[in-house]
Structures are given as C-alpha cells and as structure tokens.
C-alpha cells in the first residue's frame, strides 16, 4: 500500500474510532524525541524540590540544587513540571521571577545572564525608578559606580527611552553617546564578569527596594557543555556559574539538571564549584515491574482524561496495550540494561518502546486481540 493509500485511509476512518475503543485519541506514550509537553508523574523528588523551595522563602537565603540522574531519567520532564508548579504557586505573588533555559550549548554564560536580564525586563526597571522615588538608599547598594549613576538618572527620568537605553547597557550592548547622556555610564558591560556584577547591583537594589523578592533559574542540558567546547571555555563557563551564585547569595532558586558524570568532570576540572552542587535531589531508571506497570498506567490514564476533556460520553476501557506486555517489554529491556551494565531501564526509552508497540496497535488494518 502506498503512503497516498494510507494518508487516504486515515482520513476515512471516523474520528472517534480509537475514543470508542481505548478511550484515547492520540497514542498515549511519548516518543523519545519528545521531550516537552509530556505529563509528569509526581514521586519523592517532587516532594524534595518543595522543601527546597519551602526553605527558600524561610530563610531568605538562596539555594542550589541540582536534579541529578542519567540521560532518560526524566530530568527534563522533572524542570518542566516544576517550572509550571513554581509559577502556579507564585500567581499572587508579585517580585518572583521564573526563568527557564536550555543552554545548548554555550561558549560562555553571557546567554543566561543576558535571559535573566530579559526576563527582569523594562517593566520592571519602571516598578524600580517609581520605587526609588521616594527613598534613596537602595542605590547606595549596588557597588558600580556606572550602576548607581544609572539607577539615579533612571529614578529621575523614568520615561521609555531611559528604561530601554537602560535595558540595552544591562544587556551589554554598544555604549553610544545616547547612552551616556541619557544614563551618565561610562564603560560597556562587555564580559561576563562585569555583566554578573551588574546584575548582582540589580538584584540587590530592587531587593531593597521590594520590588524583587526572588529569582528561579531552572538550568538544563549543561553537560553539553564540554561534549562540544573546549577545556578552557567549560572552565569560564563554570566559573561564571560559580560567581553568579556567589554574587546573589539571597533571592536565588538555581535549579540546574546534570548527569551523575558531567557533575564529576565539572567538579575535577573545577573544584572551587564543588560545594555549590552538594545538594541533590536523585533521579533513578526503572528497576522493578510494578514501577514500569505504575508509569505505563499514568500516561494511559492521562490520556483517557485528556480525551474525556472534549467528549460528552465515556471512551472505551480496552488496554492499548495488556498489562502482560508491559511486563514482558520491561524484563526485555532490564535484561538488556543488565548485559549493557546499566543500573535500570530509562524511563525515556521504556516509553519509546511501549510507544512503538501502541503505534502498532493504531495501525488501520490491525485490532487488538
């Protein structure tokens, strides 16, 4: 049958075909090239990253913490949940900030400044100036002599054009005369040094200021760093990350995903890094049947709930795929993860595989038994 017969056949068959027999209207379980917008399912980790954020807003200190665990444990799926959890929990919250990055990859951390900066935005630069109005001791905190002449010029014109020249300086840009005359600045923000420290200035006058309660940078893929950049750019790169934590020691919730081998890399070729990385919150491959039955289960039952959503009636309950399969499809697989030496079967590739089987399943001319 030729693609042209199959794309016809497809637009025959009623829509309603896979609702009416396993409740579902799309295959339930992702691809391993999809990594985004995926359901998560909650486990002791999510529990761990609340505390984390809990202490977080107790303490008034910043925190560190890395989601640590082999490719295909489920670290990108585990930031993105928490990414929407964070900014639910802080919608009537005003001063919080959630930045989420992919650095992939870099050769220096000018990208992640330059998005945390993005993120701060003119707006609130704005809430910054009104603030300052009537109380000019906040400014006395930044240390740059450049960033508190432009926090006061700010203050006293806080109009769109300061606030964007502003926000270009921030960001590094070419310093021009419209620049000086509007701001009073006097050298550009031109490596990642002066870029960290301006907005450590930042951060510490609008936290004074109140108008900036926290910041949570969720950092991913930076083990890709050294799979491409050189020795001495992974070195800067670390030791940008290192500085940026040391310059916000309040207001900043760094969480960054790393394999158990790049962490070990980074903290040889870096050890003045080390200490900033201790605290861990572990995320491990499947190991036993009832894990991998539980997660093939959520992601059907996801699906049916997702498809209930839109119908007015109930889908049917036939399993795409028996439970039995699941079981014979995991045992393969450690089998495998045992020979290869691997601890357990990654969730990304169970889910490949249980996808694949499902696809077959969804074939037109097939029916499950």
């Not at 082999?70 to 670290?75: A, D, L, Y």
């Not at 083990?223 to 020691?249: F, W």
């Not at 694949?356 to 038994?369: F, G, I, S, V």
Request: with cysteine; glycine share 6%.
């Amino acid at each position: 049958m030729s693609l042209r017969d199959k794309l016809r056949e497809l637009e025959n068959q009623p829509a309603s075909d896979l609702y009416e027999r396993f409740g579902i209207e799309t295959n339930p379980y992702p691809a391993s090239n999809q990594t985004m917008g995926n359901p998560h399912q909650t486990s002791e980790a999510d529990a761990e990253a609340e505390d984390r954020v809990v202490t977080f807003f107790r303490d008034d200190t910043s925190q560190v913490v890395v989601i640590h665990g082999t490719q295909g444990v489920g670290k990108t799926n585990f930031l993105n949940h928490f990414e929407i959890e964070v900014r639910n929990a802080l919608r009537d919250r005003r001063g919080y900030y959630v930045v989420r990055y992919l650095a992939d990859p870099e050769g220096s951390f000018d990208g992640t400044t330059r998005r945390l900066v993005e993120e701060l935005g003119t707006e609130h630069l704005g809430k910054l100036a009104d603030s300052l109005k009537d109380d000019k001791g906040p400014i006395e905190e930044a240390r740059s002599h450049d960033m508190r002449t432009a926090l006061r010029r700010l203050r006293k014109s806080n109009n769109d054009e300061t606030k964007g020249l502003m926000m270009e300086w921030l960001l590094g840009l070419r310093l021009f005369k419209a620049h000086r005359l509007a701001l009073d600045v006097q050298f550009r923000l031109d490596t990642v040094e002066s870029k960290t420290a301006a907005l450590r200035d930042l951060a510490q006058v609008s936290g004074r200021a109140g108008v900036l309660k926290g910041i949570f940078l969720l950092l991913d893929e930076i083990e890709k760093q050294d799979g491409v950049l050189g020795p001495k750019a992974v070195i800067r790169y670390l030791s940008a990350l290192r500085a940026m934590v040391d310059a916000l020691p309040r207001r900043l919730f760094l969480m960054i995903a790393a394999t158990p081998d790049a962490l070990n890399r980074y903290s040889y070729a870096y050890p003045a890094l080390r200490s900033r990385l201790e605290n861990h919150i572990e995320l491990r491959p499947l190991n036993d049947d009832q894990d991998a039955h539980d997660l093939a289960k959520f992601y059907l039952q996801t699906a049916r709930r997702t498809a209930q959503q839109t119908r007015s009636t109930m889908g049917g309950s036939k399993p795409i795929i028996k439970s039995s399969e699941i079981q014979d499809c995991f045992r393969d697989m450690q089998d495998q993860a045992q020979k290869r030496g691997d601890e357990g079967v990654r969730q990304r590739e169970f889910l490949h595989r249980l996808h694949r089987m499902a696809e077959d399943r969804l074939k037109m001319n097939h029916r499950p038994q």
